[in-house]
């Protein structure tokens, strides 16, 4: 089995075995030692403040969306957001469940965000903005230069959800001025999934500290409270935890650029190697995670999809909804190598040959 | 190590191995055909009616409790709780939280409930009974037979919490008239902790659908929607919904009494030889998943849990709060068996003959 896919994705052999190891109880000073260090590498990694706090969830990416906006933006705040995809119209939808008032973005498939789309919401007395650094359905990765400077003229809230783009493109929350970022175990991260990440500013950290949470689970303070001594308020998925820290220590041995350079090393050598193949790269600002890539010969996306995963047991990423058959996504984040990707290409060389792509 | 604590469990080695295979992509007819096999054989069982469906929920056992809260009642119901530790405590927090009406029959710890506790509420205008089948703070099990007779003659909606009951003691969903459960993977399932899941009656799907629920990822509409084709709505913990199918088959293999019949087996085992030790069994209706010991010799229950930690690589189960100094709980699920159990009375007998027990 080759995995293509944008998560869950192909895991190294060191956090492999880690998944078949018992589990150990949870309640201990050991664990809560491992929970500090996770908090402690994760903070490094991502270039936080030192004063920076990570809330670790159990629960799927969404999950840790909507907690994030709930205790952070109350009914008082104006919200806008990037709206590039499902993930960008996820966060609108998230807004409109809790009643906040927010406003979109909205940027057709491929589409980068410019100076442009911004510009005219300045001084419009908006409060916080919410985007996906790379919009996952879509493959576009924004910049955030651009955002960083409308942010910062307009003094806004910015909570960004990075759980495709970390350790495979270039992020430091303190470069680019990031309140709260989210993450999710099963990207680049390489872990199963089922745990999330938010790493919050002490901005963001106010925010929940004076914000009222119509909820028990997704309630931040307790997870701020308990996890000063490295603990969560309720049972977590503590073998992932276990292989957060292993994963950690790997990419904070390796450097994260080094980790960073690697996955942008194989989405170069796929990108190169499918010249010849009627297959469109379709965005042009990309991330390194992934390719989007547009079918142009006689066979749809989601048959693509099903072919290879039928007849060579590979699996690429397919899109939903509207795109589903005008778009599939080839992965380059987990344990994947030019060799794999060399196995992919044969796949659809062999296709082509056969002359069904 | 040997882990006699109540979650995470010891896990079997069958179910250990899956944990180190790579995951597959998951939105794929061959998951979806896992998820259907995983629905039939988790309501067969648990006794479920051939109409109810299950909620596979990536979080924790609280997640599983808020979000059935939120999905089954509203404002005009008013519940009924069964408050005998801090499990009980939680589903009345919830409650408070969403703005629910509910009332608590507050038990003391150890204490059974009774036709008495029950009989002053007939007739009130309740609609809806919330209880933790087995109190895992206290390890007292509950008698289902007068919570089916008091909730079948004022008509409840009953909800139950059987996440560290479920494949240790008998329990069924017909024929204890019970309209929702919910469970969560690390209990006597044995498998990682990460995902949670509710069974639901007809009835509670009835509810579900007619009800309005102020969150994205606890609405259970969508979970209910998805899952009609085996599929989650968010990237769910796909490598514990492969061992669950392990898991699920064993069970079926074996038959649910006979799995009950070993837990019992185990904790019979282990009540009878920790005669002679300052520990006495401090619950009279027990669950066969744990027992609940308070010391009576010198050492503390926290510092017991300590000692068996640091000196001999045992864990058991520690309380939190009032209880710390008082109480701690040896578990019998999980991959345990007899001579596990002798290590462990090894152990206390060697601290009692060391005099410090």
Request: aromatic letters at 8%.
């Amino acid at each position: 089995m080759l995995n293509f896919s944008l998560g869950p994705v192909m895991m190294e052999q060191e956090i492999r075995e880690i998944g078949s190891e018992q589990i150990p109880y949870f309640r201990t000073d050991e664990f809560s030692k491992l929970m500090l260090e996770n908090e402690e590498l994760l903070k490094k990694c991502i270039g936080a403040t030192g004063t920076s706090r990570v809330i670790f969830l159990t629960g799927s990416g969404t999950a840790a969306m909507e907690a994030t906006i709930m205790n952070l933006f109350h009914e008082r705040d104006k919200l806008l957001i990037v709206n590039g995809g499902s993930f960008g119209a996820r966060f609108k939808e998230i807004c409109n469940i809790h009643g906040l008032h927010s406003e979109e973005i909205h940027l057709e498939y491929g589409e980068d965000l410019t100076e442009r789309h911004l510009e005219k919401y300045d001084g419009q007395g908006f409060t916080g903005f919410l985007i996906n650094v790379h919009e996952t359905s879509t493959g576009v990765l924004y910049d955030m230069d651009i955002v960083k400077s409308f942010c910062e003229r307009n003094q806004l809230l910015v909570v960004v959800d990075a759980i495709s783009s970390f350790l495979a493109d270039r992020y430091d929350m303190s470069e680019f001025n990031i309140n709260a970022t989210i993450l999710s175990s099963q990207k680049a991260m390489a872990l199963p999934p089922g745990i999330s990440f938010v790493v919050l500013d002490e901005k963001s950290q106010e925010r929940v500290l004076h914000n009222s949470v119509k909820s028990l689970y997704f309630n931040f303070k307790s997870y701020l409270n308990d996890g000063r001594r490295g603990q969560t308020p309720y049972t977590p998925a503590v073998s992932i935890l276990l292989q957060l820290r292993k994963k950690l220590q790997l990419v904070d041995e390796n450097g994260v650029s080094e980790v960073i350079a690697n996955v942008s090393s194989i989405a170069r050598d796929f990108r190169m190697k499918i010249k010849g193949l009627p297959l469109e790269i379709a965005a042009s600002s990309l991330s390194n995670a992934v390719t989007p890539l547009k079918p142009t010969g006689k066979m749809a996306a989601d048959e693509i999809f099903t072919y290879l995963k039928d007849n060579h047991d590979i699996y690429v990423c397919p899109n939903g909804g509207s795109l589903r058959r005008v778009l599939f996504r080839v992965g380059h984040i987990g344990a994947i190598t030019e060799s794999d990707n060399n196995e992919l290409i044969k796949a659809l060389l062999s296709m082509k040959e056969k002359s069904i792509l």
